[in-house]
Nanobody
Framework: VQLVESGGGSAQPGDSMKLSCTSD????????MLWFRQVPGRQREGVAA????????YYADSVRGRFRISQDNDETTAYLQMNNLKPEDSAMYYC?????????????????WGQGTQVTVS
């Protein structure tokens, strides 16, 4: 499974930004598509996940109500709509994929990763 992120950049507090993650696979290997983020010196943090077969979504408490994960109709692209951005949202954002969304917040559970896209809010 190959994952390619896009859409990062710089923003001001309160702005919105949308990240995209395109997968080359629609197999069971990528039934769950996720977004993680990481700042230097800290562990990779689960942000949101979506289970493609039923579109059930999961969110970290820190982003719930501000971020929304979705997928396109052909289920090959997952999006992360980020609203009301805060400086603490600044991080490298990574897309990941796996068979299920169980323990979705644990980065070690997932073996497919994109290269990351930087988001800076200041």
């Amino acid at each position: 499974v190959q994952l390619v992120e896009s859409g990062g950049g710089s923003a001001q507090p309160g702005d919105s930004m949308k990240l995209s993650c395109t997968s080359d696979s629609k197999t069971y290997s990528s039934n769950c598509m996720l977004w993680f983020r990481q700042v230097p010196g800290r562990q990779r943090e689960g942000v949101a996940a979506i289970y493609r077969p039923n579109q059930l979504a999961y969110y970290a408490d820190s982003v719930r109500g501000r971020f929304r994960i979705s997928q396109d109709n052909d289920e090959t692209t997952a999006y992360l709509q980020m609203n009301n951005l805060k400086p603490e949202d600044s991080a490298m954002y990574y897309c990941a994929a796996g068979q299920t969304c169980g323990n979705w917040w644990k980065a070690d559970e997932f073996g497919y990763w994109g290269q990351g896209t930087q988001v800076t809010v200041s």
